[in-house]
Antibody
Framework: EVQLVESGGGLIQPGGSLRLSCAAS????????MSWVRQAPGKGLEWVSV???????YTADSVKGRFTISRDSSKNTLYLQMNSLRAEDTAVYYC?????????????WGQGTLVTVSS | DIQMTQSPSTLSASVGDRVTITCRAS??????LAWYQQKPGKAPKVLIY???SLESGVPSRFSGSGSGTEFTLTISSLQPEDFATYYC????????FGQGTKVEIK
């Protein structure tokens, strides 16, 4: 059974840094297309960053230069390093796995971790 | 960037009603569209992918149709567990979600 468990969220001051983790089970992160998707309180869904199995990375303009997606194959874990955080980055951050090995929909989701950027 | 526009934003319906949600893309996305259901405090769950393919385990009262720029999600007979927010998402060029449609109890 595929499972994704996010962690690392919390309250952080503007300008600070945070690293989110997504521990995967039931499949191999390094062989999958993975993504981070966020949802601001009371708002819709926004893709943040994508990491393909072949190491290609795509990052939304809203976080480009500040957020970095990566993975650790030995831990079967996906990460999101978030730097220079702003109030508008406040959101629930979900880890998601693409269907199959292509550019498709998000078949599996974690439960999300809340990041609150506030002084 | 491809913009996705859903209508309506809110929909009030009763159990047993037939419900239709529309999603329009700002340019053609072929059939590269998915529909998700999200309940409060929970992660989204995929219902439909590639415009009309039903996700395994999803009840057959859910169906999707359309191609190009106009798509619909239909719930043939609304059940109590279907009251939720629904999002469309394109994956033709990067990934964009619609703003969501909240299905409320009438």
């Amino acid at each position: 059974e595929v499972q994704l468990v996010e962690s690392g969220g919390g309250l952080i001051q503007p300008g600070g840094s945070l690293r989110l983790s997504c521990a995967a089970s039931g499949f191999t992160v390094s062989s999958s297309y993975m993504s981070w998707v966020r949802q601001a309180p009371g708002k819709g869904l926004e893709w943040v960053s994508v990491l393909y199995s072949g190491n290609s990375v795509y990052t939304a303009d809203s976080v480009k230069g500040r957020f970095t997606i990566s993975r650790d194959s030995s831990k079967n874990t996906l990460y999101l390093q978030m730097n220079s955080l702003r109030a508008e980055d406040t959101a629930v951050y979900y880890c998601a796995r693409f269907r199959g090995s292509g550019i498709t929909d998000f078949e599996n989701w974690g439960q999300g971790t809340l990041v609150t950027v506030s002084s | 960037d491809i913009q996705m526009t859903q209508s309506p934003s809110t929909l009030s319906a009763s159990v047993g009603d037939r419900v239709t949600i529309t999603c329009r893309a700002s340019q053609s996305i072929s059939s590269w569209l998915a529909w998700y259901q999200q309940k409060p405090g929970k992660a989204p769950k995929v219902l439909i992918y590639k415009a009309s393919s039903l996700e395994s385990g999803v009840p057959s009262r859910f169906s999707g149709s359309g191609s190009g720029t106009e798509f619909t999600l239909t719930i043939s007979s609304l059940q109590p567990e279907d009251f939720a927010t629904y999002y469309c998402q394109q994956y033709s060029s990067y990934w964009t979600f619609g703003q969501g449609t909240k299905v409320e109890i009438k």
